[in-house]
């Protein structure tokens, strides 16, 4: 092979792995819920990446884990480059629902949102919460 196609060849095959990278379609998200005040339960996390799907009973993508700690650390791995929201619960009693009381619904177990929200007033809109992922990422929640 002629030194010329050799060279054209290297920058070819160097070119297609750095667009590969760029446009990586696949992403890893490392979440760590913090401030549990009972180590006991579960975390109950939900990544949504539709407005409609906003604080829905259920979850479509949704990660169960075991309370061991004052903060967990769990990662969802393989995510389209795009906008998601994460919604967590601490399901204290391991009943599988946010429980809540009074006339409102108020929360007695503690939850949180991506971007850490302020929860005053009730829940915090979607838009809110969103954030993007088109690469690796890692966020932090803290629990209300």
Do not use: A, W
Request: charged share 20%; with cysteine.
């Amino acid at each position: 092979m002629n030194k010329k196609l050799y060279f054209q060849l290297l920058i070819l095959l160097t070119c297609n792995i750095l667009i590969s990278q760029e446009f990586q379609t696949n992403h890893n998200l490392q979440i760590t819920v913090k401030k549990f005040e009972n180590i006991k339960g579960e975390l109950r996390v939900c990544l949504i990446d539709k407005k409609e799907d906003f604080l829905k009973p259920y979850c479509i993508n949704g990660k169960v884990v075991s309370v061991t700690n004052d903060s967990v650390s769990l990662e969802i791995v393989n995510l389209k480059t795009g906008i998601y929201s994460i919604s967590v619960f601490h399901d204290e009693n391991s009943n599988g629902i946010l429980d809540t009381k009074g006339l409102f619904g108020i929360p007695i177990e503690p939850y949180g949102f991506s971007n850490n929200p302020n929860t005053r007033f009730g829940p915090p809109g979607f838009e809110k919460c969103t954030f993007l992922i088109n690469k690796e990422k890692q966020i932090s929640i803290e629990l209300h």
